[in-house]
């Protein structure tokens, strides 16, 4: 008994949350929001985003195995609990 309303009750839950209907869609930015996302957007796309292998060549120069402990409780101390 118990079961069945529990059956009953999560399949009647996803169809609960599906009463509001959308509203109209959202206004468009003012013009003194614009100018600062455009600026924002265009600094952005002007220069590349660094990925790991922009850094693999600096830390094989860096690290090696006589400083490899020394290197790695320094980023330890700086990444913190």
Do not use: Y
């Not at 959308?22 to 220069?47: L, M």
């Amino acid at each position: 008994m118990i079961r069945r309303v529990l059956v009953l009750a999560c399949l009647a839950l996803p169809f609960a949350g599906c009463k509001a209907k959308p509203t109209e869609p959202a206004p468009a930015p003012s013009a003194s929001v614009a100018p600062a996302a455009v600026t924002a957007t265009a600094a952005t796309t002007g220069t590349d985003i660094p990925t790991e292998e922009d850094f693999e060549q600096e830390a094989l120069d860096q690290v090696n195995a006589q400083n490899l402990e020394a290197q790695l409780a320094k980023l330890e101390a700086d990444i913190g609990p």
